[in-house]
């Protein structure tokens, strides 16, 4: 029996549903308007129009009721279809005589259907392939099988797509999957007369220090002609079984722009020597030795002619990272800054033989620099910092100190990261004066437990900051004793801060009730809030501090004693809210700190309450609760302080990833 659909609401979903397709397709024939169902487009045009118009009949609550979800789905992708029909109508320069006789016509077929469309631009398939990978550079993540095969389908699609998903595909390589490896070799050998060698392609190179991994990355040298990025892969377990065919890398990758080389024997160090001062175009530099090496019956100092070859020998270095690397002595960064005045950013991360007398070598020498992350650097400033500015910026001996004796002016600096350093009041002063453009600032005291000289910065220095820092977007206070007026004078001073860390981590300073309460009216801009182990902190200071941050989009409160009225009201109060971090892990530090008292906790009903009426959140890093007795659907958990924000490592990895893009 037909089914009426000009008359009843529902009645294309009861024809859908119904055993009888042939009375839907005389219902379509009916209302096609004299036009043939021949035609596979009319009838796929007829379809999405007659479904789009019964959905829009439908009551606006049943619409947007949850049964039909689906449905509203399959809307949404049936006006796009439309839209996308009417488009090549539109470009088409025929006009349809018929079009006005048909006016009536309740469906129109356009006539230019049937042409075939254009190719895509390359830009907009590379453009669509990084949301693949997502990478806006495009580069595979690491063993990932799922991009990979996806693609591999892209590059099926047609010749214009194929030579841009190759171009991708190709575009790292890891030897650890030696059959990919291998495909890729054979490709190569079988292509490389014409223009379409994949080896062409490969841009950078991921190994493991082992002697098949640097065979088959000799081998891979003959074919690689356009290589920009080399990456020595930390391997856990034994590492560097062996280096001796490192040795024949030399002047293999003339064109090399990045070298990266984790965890190295120290015994490996001269041949990675020859290997970068053959690299005349290196630009980023990452080098870490084994932990192993450190042991004082194993000494890996390197000797200062080794460290002026290697300095020397790379004149266009933009980026360094050097990370448990014994360097003999502060000259050592001398000898970096008067051959690489260009470098945009500097990572030394538990250097030995070094002292904060590095900084100021590095920050006068390079008029540049826009980065610099130093960790675990204990040993004082011995320099006399003076608030007057030099006039001479020429470095010619390190004896004279007269040269060092302040910071000199650098307007390009905007990221600075110290994490359990040595600090002062000068010098947290001095740094504020001459980086007045600085954007993001860490700053972490050392924890007791590490065994420093004892250092810290007081309300001084912060005061200090406060009077001569106005663009900072993110800021990030850990480990330090500080009056609550100071900070607000920084907050006051900084219009543009979005993001504030507070966390305690490892330390014994803590935030008070009454300290966040009077900070919180100036919280009302920030996106993303630190309060990591903060467990002096009660419930009711935490939820009034909160009714001042509407426009917060990450909230970490993890290990504070929180029960489940704080996410009844996170949806109320925090409506854009994104992330949180919440919960308790009552380890032996927690149960220290709280000695008998039970810790408020909350609960999965909590839990389930706060993600299924705070709309915006997707990421979740919960503690303290059964993770199967909430149902989280698309929330991605996370670990505790993952946001990228307040990460020193993903700040730096952030940076170079700018310098590197602006070196090209």
Same mark, same amino acid.
Request: proline content about 5%.
């Given at each position: 029996m037909p089914v009426d659909l000009t008359n009843s609401p529902s009645g294309l979903f009861a024809a859908l549903d119904s055993d009888s397709l042939s009375s839907f397709d005389d219902t379509l024939s009916h209302s096609s308007c004299n036009s043939p169902l021949s035609d596979p487009f009319h009838f796929l045009y007829t379809v999405l129009h007659r479904f789009n118009a019964e959905?829009?009949?439908?009551?606006?609550?049943?619409?947007?009721?949850?049964?039909?979800?689906?449905?509203?789905?399959?809307?949404?992708?049936?006006?796009?279809?439309?839209? +996308?029909? $009417?488009?090549l109508n539109n470009l088409s320069s025929l006009t349809p005589p018929s079009l006005a006789a048909s006016s009536s016509s309740s469906v129109f077929i356009p006539p230019s259907i049937c042409k075939p469309s254009l190719p895509l631009p390359p830009e907009i398939i590379n453009r669509i392939l990084s949301f693949v990978c997502g990478d806006n550079d495009c580069i595979v993540p690491f063993s990932d099988s799922s991009v990979l095969n996806t693609l591999?389908?892209?590059?099926?699609?047609? #010749?214009?797509? *194929?030579?841009?998903?190759?171009?991708?595909?190709?575009?790292?390589?890891?030897? %650890?999957?030696?059959?990919?490896?291998?495909?890729?070799?054979?490709?190569?050998?079988?292509?490389?007369g014409d223009g379409r060698c994949q080896a062409k392609s490969v841009r950078l190179i991921s190994i493991s220090g082992n002697d098949v991994d640097l065979a088959l990355l000799d081998l891979a040298s003959k074919y690689v002609t356009n290589?920009?990025?080399?990456?020595?892969?930390?391997?856990?377990?034994?590492?560097?079984?062996?280096?001796?065919?490192?040795?024949? @890398? =030399?002047? =293999? +990758? &003339?064109?090399?722009?990045?070298?990266?080389?984790?965890?190295?024997?120290?015994?490996?160090?001269?041949?990675?020597?020859?290997?970068?001062?053959?690299?005349?175009?290196?630009?980023?530099?990452d080098v870490s030795f084994r932990a192993l090496d450190r042991h004082p019956d194993n000494p890996s100092t390197l000797s200062a002619a080794d460290v002026d070859r290697l300095f020397s020998g790379l004149p266009q270095l933009r980026s360094l990272s050097l990370w448990m690397i014994a360097l003999p002595g502060d000259s050592a960064c001398l000898s970096l800054s008067k051959s690489c005045c260009n470098l945009r950013a500097v990572r030394l991360d538990d250097c030995e033989n070094i002292s904060m007398d590095s900084l100021v070598y590095i920050w006068n020498s390079c008029p540049q620099i826009e980065t610099i992350m130093m960790r675990l650097i204990q040993s004082p400033l011995t320099i006399n910092l003076t608030p007057c500015a030099a006039n001479n910026n020429d470095v010619t001996n390190h004896r004279h100190q007269q040269q060092y004796d302040t910071l000199q002016s650098r307007p390009t600096l905007h990221t600075l990261i110290f994490d359990s350093c040595w600090y002062s009041d000068a010098l947290i002063g001095s740094i504020g004066r001459a980086a007045p453009f600085l954007q993001t600032l860490y700053l972490e005291a050392a924890a007791k437990t590490l065994g420093f000289p004892p250092s810290s910065i007081s309300n001084t220095g912060i005061r200090m900051l406060a009077d001569h820092q106005t663009q900072l977007q993110s800021l990030s206070v850990v480990g330090f004793s500080f009056a609550s007026a100071e900070v607000i004078q920084l907050l006051r001073a900084n219009p543009n801060l979005v993001g504030l860390n507070l966390a305690k981590l490892r330390h014994d300073v803590y935030l008070g009730d009454q300290q966040?309460?009077?900070?919180? &009216?100036? +919280?009302?801009?920030?996106?993303?809030?630190?309060?990591?182990?903060? #467990?002096?902190?009660?419930? #009711?200071?935490?939820?009034?501090?909160?009714?001042?941050?509407?426009? $917060? =989009?990450?909230?970490?409160?993890?290990?504070?004693?929180?029960?489940?009225?704080?996410?009844?009201?996170?949806?109320?109060?925090? &409506?854009?809210?994104?992330?949180?971090? %919440?919960?308790?892990?009552?380890?032996?530090?927690?149960?220290?700190?709280?000695?008998?008292?039970?810790?408020?906790?909350?609960? &999965?009903?909590?839990?389930?309450?706060?993600?299924? *009426?705070?709309?915006?959140?997707?990421?979740?890093?919960? @503690?303290?609760? *059964?993770?199967?007795? %909430?149902?989280?659907? #698309?929330?991605?958990?996370?670990?505790?302080?993952g946001q990228d924000r307040f990460s020193e490592f993903k700040m730096w990895r952030k940076e170079v990833r700018k310098v590197a893009k602006a070196s090209g």
């Open positions: 959905f829009s009949n439908l009551p606006l609550a049943l619409q947007n009721s949850p049964q039909l979800l689906g449905l509203r789905h399959a809307f949404a992708a049936n006006q796009t279809a439309l839209d +996308f029909i $009417l488009l591999f389908s892209c590059s099926l699609i047609n #010749s214009h797509w *194929n030579k841009q998903a190759s171009l991708v595909l190709w575009k790292r390589i890891d030897l %650890v999957d030696v059959n990919r490896f291998g495909r890729w070799l054979l490709a190569s050998c079988a292509s490389q290589l920009q990025s080399l990456e020595f892969r930390r391997i856990m377990g034994s590492g560097w079984t062996s280096y001796q065919m490192l040795a024949k @890398l =030399k002047d =293999k +990758f &003339p064109k090399l722009k990045s070298l990266q080389a984790y965890s190295i024997p120290s015994a490996a160090w001269k041949d990675l020597l020859s290997l970068c001062v053959s690299c005349k175009e290196l630009c980023n530099l966040l309460l009077e900070m919180a &009216p100036y +919280f009302a801009k920030l996106e993303a809030l630190e309060l990591y182990m903060q #467990s002096h902190l009660s419930e #009711s200071t935490i939820i009034q501090a909160l009714q001042y941050c509407a426009n $917060l =989009k990450s909230l970490g409160l993890s290990n504070i004693p929180v029960s489940d009225a704080l996410l009844y009201a996170i949806p109320h109060l925090c &409506p854009n809210l994104e992330r949180i971090d %919440v919960g308790m892990e009552v380890g032996e530090e927690m149960e220290a700190e709280l000695g008998e008292e039970s810790p408020k906790m909350c609960t &999965p009903n909590g839990f389930q309450y706060m993600i299924d *009426n705070a709309r915006r959140v997707h990421t979740v890093a919960p @503690l303290g609760i *059964n993770k199967e007795c %909430v149902i989280w659907g #698309s929330i991605y958990l996370d670990e505790p302080i």
